[in-house]
């Protein structure tokens, strides 16, 4: 069984920075790509950033030059750091990977974390 566990989030002025992390747990064979998702109230789940595990990179046209997405392979962690945050940023962000395991057949499938809310304040 695999978990994705995200932490980070919380309440911060408009302008300030958080730091998301996730860590992926249980048997894992290989991550291939990570990334973050954000669900605001009453609107649809969107792509915020995803890297590969190569490190390749891509943003949401709403966050580039402010979010970057990194990753520790070694640690099974990928970070989201968040600057110059805007209000329209508040959301529940949820941590998302591509992970192959072995339960007596290799399988790869995409994993989701539980969320973890950002609210930026005006």
């Given at each position: 069984?695999?978990?994705l566990v995200e932490s980070g989030g919380g309440l911060v002025q408009?302008?300030?920075s958080l730091r998301l992390s996730c860590v992926a747990s249980g048997?894992?064979?290989r991550i291939n790509d990570m990334g973050w998702h954000r669900q605001a109230p009453g609107k649809e789940r969107e792509l915020v950033a995803r890297i590969s595990s190569g490190g390749d990179t891509n943003y949401a046209d709403s966050v580039k030059g402010r979010f970057t997405i990194?990753?520790?392979n070694a640690k099974n962690t990928v970070?989201?750091?968040m600057n110059s945050l805007k209000p329209e940023d508040t959301a529940a962000y949820y941590c998302n990977a591509e992970?192959?395991?072995f339960f007596n057949v290799f399988?790869?499938?995409g994993y989701w974390g539980k969320g973890t809310l950002v609210t930026v304040s005006s």
């Open positions: 069984q695999v978990h408009a302008g300030g048997s894992i064979v990194s990753r520790d970070y989201l750091q992970i192959k395991t399988t790869t499938v």
